[in-house]
């Protein structure tokens, strides 16, 4: 009973946690997007390419991976025998982007109030927003890589699917959860750097738990159910058929990938408002 209380507590702070941020980043609107365009553009200062290597990196490793697994092993997806290796490609390549995303964010996470240490003493800014801002970040250069995957649908003689529509809705959850790991980890960081050490390995994990390189159904049926416990693995599949086959998001799995990855965003928000208070004391 005491429990349920204290859960029902911490869930119902951490909501109205949640609303906060939603309604500060509403209101500072101007503060949110001039966070944002510092920060995408100090991801690629002094690079004389700048921005598009946010674009051209994906491209690079999509063609080490093509070259690998589908001429040097001759791979073939499971369930598209007569797929081409174009086909390949771009299978790889969704699986890749939202892989990309899920591992920028949670590798910038641990350092990221480190870096805005001039901020936390200034009671009045806004600390929750600095994640927020470096997810959206991320999500500019996803978008920016959904297109050039659009435009490479279209020139290998893919049509365009009305499902690709749907592909906000399926990547929701994604960003549900990668937002409530930063805030974490960001918190984290601050009181254990050795955190920033264990990230790698972390992110590791998560693509070999995840179909990025392999499809679902390659793996054994008992393994799928707890597989499906990973948001990227949910969202890279549900991506897949959205953009590529035309098949709507299979609606069951996603609400509860969905309310997992809510739940995570509520629980990262209310661990980061709970140990804010003691960040002037650290850094």
Request: charged share 10%; hydrophobic share 55%; aromatic share 14%.
């Amino acid at each position: 009973m005491v429990m349920a209380v204290v859960e029902s507590g911490a869930s119902a702070r951490s909501g109205g946690a949640f609303r906060r941020v939603l309604r500060q980043s509403w209101l500072q609107r101007p503060l949110f997007v001039k966070l944002l365009r510092r920060d995408f553009a100090e991801r690629y200062r002094g690079s004389y390419l700048g921005v598009l290597w946010s674009l051209l990196l994906p491209l690079l490793s999509l063609l080490v991976f093509t070259f690998f697994f589908g001429v040097i092993f001759k791979m073939r997806w499971a369930g598209r025998s007569e797929g081409s290796l174009g086909e390949l490609a771009l299978i790889l390549f969704v699986g890749m982007a939202l892989y990309s995303f899920l591992a920028e964010c949670l590798g910038r996470a641990p350092g990221l109030i480190m870096a805005h240490s001039n901020y936390v003493k200034n009671v009045i800014f806004p600390l929750e927003m600095l994640p927020a801002v470096m997810v959206a970040s991320g999500l500019l250069t996803l978008a920016a890589t959904f297109v050039v995957i659009l435009l490479l649908q279209m020139a290998l003689g893919g049509g365009w699917h009305w499902t690709v529509l749907l592909l906000p809705v399926a990547v929701l959850p994604l960003v549900l959860f990668v937002l409530g790991f930063s805030w974490f980890l960001a918190s984290l960081g601050v009181y254990m750097r050795d955190i920033q050490q264990l990230i790698a390995p972390l992110v590791q994990l998560f693509m070999f738990l995840s179909p990025v390189f392999y499809p679902m159904a390659a793996l054994p049926e008992p393994l799928r159910p707890w597989l499906q416990l990973n948001p990227l693995a949910s969202v890279i599949e549900q991506s897949r058929g959205i953009i590529l086959f035309g098949q709507p998001p299979a609606w069951g799995p996603y609400a509860l990938c969905l309310s997992g990855s809510a739940l995570v965003a509520l629980l990262g928000l209310y661990w980061f408002a709970r140990t804010r208070q003691g960040f002037a004391d650290v850094l």
